[in-house]
């Protein structure tokens, strides 16, 4: 599997990133450094189809399929995990029952250990993710829920935007073990200023 | 590396994302009381400053009519939008645009509205029924021009709740959008309704029932063939 | 290129020579039409192009917005935006003149007669689409959101026609062809109807394509 940008580019009326061209195979960790303003996150919403690109284009090829002219993020959402500071799930439900729902917007079974084993995984005391609603949880605690929700369905492309922002030690060692498991799926690719965060890519794209 | 998935079923989709709205709707009650209240307000403010007694007999059906459609109009107008504004306001629109089929989420949306404004229409037409003496002659031709009227409302509010959701000045933009679309429809409805409150005999009242049936069908088309180019621009 | 610019001059002479014209027929050659109070028939070589082209705008727009949700080329939103500017105008002129027309005729301005209701739907249509555009600051949003606008405008509009003519027995004069499948007018005032209603055209299309242009210069100055 490959995710290749050409000459990708986006603008709100104005510039917001581009055009970046790059290309990730799978196993691999992409870093997306860049100033504030340089549309790091622009860039994520659109290698993960979230927006439309106005120049240029996204591309992903999987082994023995689409092999040509590879697809485009848009057209095969189930591969793609994403978790973003705008990133927002659903306040009036427990963490639980945002997983649940999640899930079963997806078309998948929901097991009801399954959910649970996720959140304890981002390191979610019980009492946290089955009784408060959202709403009520700590800005770490709704990172590490957002973690929970980007690998829910094991994408094969994983793009974290910030994924350290907010987090303590124990969280960021969450997302240190969440991208190493993500090596073994698929393509991850982190946006951020953080040299912390940075320090888990293999390759970098800085924008300008 | 995991095994491909096909897309989530549009049904599935649909009955999760319509669960999780009622679901919320019951933990915030935003969109019930604000759709109930309001339309009792109304109610309330009309049946007072107008009444059964102060219209003359001739007057009654074709007045009564207006007000009943002015009444559920409005109220649609206050509350239906939240579906989608809320979901941009509270930005979880780009989780559930991820991971829900776009004609899961509409259909979802709009049962959840659909039975929001079922609701209403249940609680507010035997209130007005009784406090404005509004007499019915052909009540089966009433209660199909209600669930007719009630969704087509539903529909076209949904579908222009999604446009308005990414746009400045949400509020105000909603009714103004909302109205060129419904207004058809909407005199459709109150002429038939005036219809069913006059003559007892329902083939009066057929042309209109197939206006509505008609109108439901069009803009429901209309609104799913459009929404994934709106939902996912 | 120099025969496209001369030809292009020729016509925008010719279209306004012909305005001259009809400005000419309309008052000075077109005698008054029998049953109409006074000189009021005058006011059809202007009401009616008016109205034709101010639907024949929202037809434009919803087709150019239809193109754009497919092609996604930034032009074809444009072209759906300016038709849609100059439609509302129009609109507004054929709501004016039909309300001026309809004091004379019938001593009242505004009647509720279907035509005059299913302008006023065209009107907020037409206010519908320009607020939501106005509401939208990002290009490509603003069009694909007006876009799809438009075309459900276009698909629950005309229901209208169903539900009003029931209402009230219509004052309106009988539309160019009239039920009985003819055209009923003298030979003058078809002349000089018949050559409004094209340079009316003519001068939608021209107005049209300078709004375009217009669009396209302020977005490579932006860029």
């Given at each position: 599997?490959?995710?290749?940008?050409?000459?990708?580019?986006?603008?709100?009326?104005?510039?917001?990133?581009?055009?970046?061209?790059?290309?990730?195979?799978?196993?691999?960790?992409?870093?997306?450094?860049?100033?504030?303003?340089?549309?790091?996150?622009?860039?994520?919403?659109?290698?993960?189809?979230?927006?439309?690109?106005?120049?240029?284009?996204?591309?992903?090829?999987?082994?023995?399929?689409?092999?040509?002219?590879?697809?485009?993020?848009?057209?095969?959402?189930?591969?793609?995990?994403?978790?973003?500071?705008?990133?927002?799930?659903?306040?009036?439900?427990?963490?639980?029952?945002?997983?649940?729902?999640?899930?079963?917007?997806?078309?998948?079974?929901?097991?009801?250990?399954?959910?649970?084993?996720?959140?304890?995984?981002?390191?979610?005391?019980?009492?946290?993710?089955?009784?408060?609603?959202?709403?009520?949880?700590?800005?770490?605690?709704?990172?590490?829920?957002?973690?929970?929700?980007?690998?829910?369905?094991?994408?094969?492309?994983?793009?974290?935007?910030?994924?350290?922002?907010?987090?303590?030690?124990?969280?960021?060692?969450?997302?240190?073990?969440?991208?190493?498991?993500?090596?073994?799926?698929?393509?991850?690719?982190?946006?951020?200023?953080?040299?912390?965060?940075?320090?888990?890519?293999?390759?970098?794209?800085?924008?300008? | 590396?995991?095994?491909?998935?096909?897309?989530?079923?549009?049904?599935?989709?649909?009955?999760?994302?319509?669960?999780?709205?009622?679901?919320?709707?019951?933990?915030?009650?935003?969109?019930?009381?604000?759709?109930?209240?309001?339309?009792?307000?109304?109610?309330?403010?009309?049946?007072?400053?107008?009444?059964?007694?102060?219209?003359?007999?001739?007057?009654?059906?074709?007045?009564?009519?207006?007000?009943?459609?002015?009444?559920?109009?409005?109220?649609?107008?206050?509350?239906?939008?939240?579906?989608?504004?809320?979901?941009?306001?509270?930005?979880?629109?780009?989780?559930?645009?991820?991971?829900?089929?776009?004609?899961?989420?509409?259909?979802?949306?709009?049962?959840?509205?659909?039975?929001?404004?079922?609701?209403?229409?249940?609680?507010?037409?035997?209130?007005?029924?009784?406090?404005?003496?509004?007499?019915?002659?052909?009540?089966?031709?009433?209660?199909?021009?209600?669930?007719?009227?009630?969704?087509?409302?539903?529909?076209?509010?949904?579908?222009?709740?999604?446009?308005?959701?990414?746009?400045?000045?949400?509020?105000?933009?909603?009714?103004?959008?909302?109205?060129?679309?419904?207004?058809?429809?909407?005199?459709?409805?109150?002429?038939?309704?005036?219809?069913?409150?006059?003559?007892?005999?329902?083939?009066?009242?057929?042309?209109?029932?197939?206006?509505?049936?008609?109108?439901?069908?069009?803009?429901?088309?209309?609104?799913?063939?459009?929404?994934?180019?709106?939902?996912?621009? | 290129?120099?025969?496209?610019?001369?030809?292009?001059?020729?016509?925008?002479?010719?279209?306004?020579?012909?305005?001259?014209?009809?400005?000419?027929?309309?008052?000075?050659?077109?005698?008054?039409?029998?049953?109409?109070?006074?000189?009021?028939?005058?006011?059809?070589?202007?009401?009616?192009?008016?109205?034709?082209?101010?639907?024949?705008?929202?037809?434009?727009?919803?087709?150019?917005?239809?193109?754009?949700?497919?092609?996604?080329?930034?032009?074809?939103?444009?072209?759906?935006?300016?038709?849609?500017?100059?439609?509302?105008?129009?609109?507004?002129?054929?709501?004016?003149?039909?309300?001026?027309?309809?004091?004379?005729?019938?001593?009242?301005?505004?009647?509720?007669?279907?035509?005059?209701?299913?302008?006023?739907?065209?009107?907020?249509?037409?206010?519908?689409?320009?607020?939501?555009?106005?509401?939208?600051?990002?290009?490509?949003?603003?069009?694909?959101?007006?876009?799809?606008?438009?075309?459900?405008?276009?698909?629950?509009?005309?229901?209208?026609?169903?539900?009003?003519?029931?209402?009230?027995?219509?004052?309106?004069?009988?539309?160019?062809?009239?039920?009985?499948?003819?055209?009923?007018?003298?030979?003058?005032?078809?002349?000089?109807?018949?050559?409004?209603?094209?340079?009316?055209?003519?001068?939608f299309y021209w107005m049209w394509n300078l709004d375009r242009r217009v669009s396209r210069i302020v977005r490579e100055r932006a860029a």
């Amino acid at each position: 599997m490959r995710l290749v940008a050409e000459n990708l580019s986006r603008s709100f009326g104005r510039r917001a990133f581009g055009p970046v061209s790059f290309s990730v195979e799978a196993g691999r960790v992409l870093g997306v450094a860049g100033e504030n303003g340089s549309g790091k996150t622009t860039l994520l919403k659109t290698l993960a189809g979230l927006i439309r690109p106005s120049g240029g284009r996204a591309r992903i090829f999987f082994e023995g399929e689409d092999a040509g002219d590879g697809c485009e993020p848009r057209d095969v959402p189930w591969r793609i995990g994403w978790a973003a500071p705008d990133l927002a799930l659903y306040g009036e439900l427990t963490a639980e029952e945002n997983m649940i729902f999640f899930e079963r917007v997806r078309g998948l079974v929901p097991t009801p250990g399954r959910a649970r084993a996720l959140l304890e995984g981002v390191g979610l005391p019980p009492d946290s993710h089955s009784k408060k609603p959202l709403s009520s949880l700590s800005t770490g605690q709704r990172q590490r829920v957002k973690l929970a929700f980007a690998t829910l369905h094991e994408p094969d492309l994983l793009f974290l935007d910030e994924p350290g922002a907010n987090l303590d030690e124990a969280g960021r060692s969450i997302v240190q073990k969440v991208v190493a498991e993500q090596r073994l799926r698929g393509i991850t690719v982190i946006a951020s200023n953080d040299p912390r965060d940075l320090a888990l890519a293999d390759e970098r794209v800085t924008l300008s | 590396m995991s095994a491909p998935r096909p897309a989530a079923g549009i049904l599935p989709a649909a009955i999760a994302v319509f669960r999780r709205e009622l679901l919320a709707e019951w933990r915030t009650r935003v969109a019930v009381n604000s759709l109930f209240l309001f339309a009792f307000a109304v109610l309330v403010l009309v049946a007072y400053a107008v009444g059964p007694t102060r219209l003359s007999p001739e007057d009654r059906p074709t007045v009564n009519a207006v007000l009943l459609w002015i009444v559920l109009f409005f109220s649609a107008m206050t509350g239906l939008s939240r579906t989608f504004v809320h979901e941009e306001d509270a930005g979880t629109a780009a989780a559930l645009r991820l991971s829900a089929p776009p004609s899961g989420v509409l259909l979802g949306k709009l049962l959840a509205n659909v039975a929001l404004l079922g609701a209403v229409t249940v609680f507010i037409v035997p209130l007005f029924v009784v406090l404005m003496g509004f007499e019915i002659m052909d009540p089966p031709l009433f209660v199909l021009l209600l669930l007719l009227g009630t969704f087509g409302l539903a529909s076209a509010s949904t579908f222009t709740a999604a446009l308005v959701s990414k746009a400045s000045a949400k509020g105000a933009l909603f009714a103004v959008l909302a109205i060129p679309l419904l207004l058809p429809p909407l005199v459709g409805a109150v002429l038939a309704t005036r219809v069913a409150a006059t003559e007892a005999d329902f083939s009066a009242g057929t042309d209109f029932v197939r206006l509505l049936v008609a109108y439901d069908g069009v803009v429901t088309t209309a609104a799913f063939l459009l929404f994934d180019a709106v939902w996912r621009e | 290129m120099q025969a496209v610019k001369s030809l292009g001059f020729l016509l925008k002479a010719l279209l306004g020579i012909g305005m001259a014209a009809i400005c000419w027929g309309a008052f000075l050659y077109a005698r008054p039409a029998q049953s109409f109070v006074g000189e009021s028939s005058r006011i059809v070589f202007f009401h009616v192009p008016m109205a034709w082209v101010s639907t024949l705008a929202f037809f434009i727009a919803a087709w150019h917005s239809a193109v754009y949700l497919k092609k996604r080329r930034i032009e074809s939103d444009d072209a759906a935006a300016g038709a849609a500017r100059l439609g509302f105008v129009f609109c507004v002129l054929a709501t004016v003149t039909g309300s001026i027309f309809a004091r004379v005729m019938w001593n009242s301005y505004w009647n509720w007669d279907p035509r005059e209701t299913s302008i006023v739907l065209l009107l907020l249509v037409y206010g519908a689409y320009l607020g939501l555009r106005g509401a939208l600051d990002d290009p490509e949003r603003r069009a694909t959101l007006s876009a799809a606008y438009a075309l459900v405008a276009v698909v629950t509009v005309p229901f209208l026609t169903f539900a009003v003519p029931r209402m009230y027995q219509s004052l309106h004069p009988d539309t160019v062809i009239n039920a009985r499948g003819k055209v009923e007018m003298s030979a003058d005032i078809r002349t000089v109807f018949f050559s409004s209603m094209v340079a009316f055209m003519g001068l939608f299309y021209w107005m049209w394509n300078l709004d375009r242009r217009v669009s396209r210069i302020v977005r490579e100055r932006a860029a």
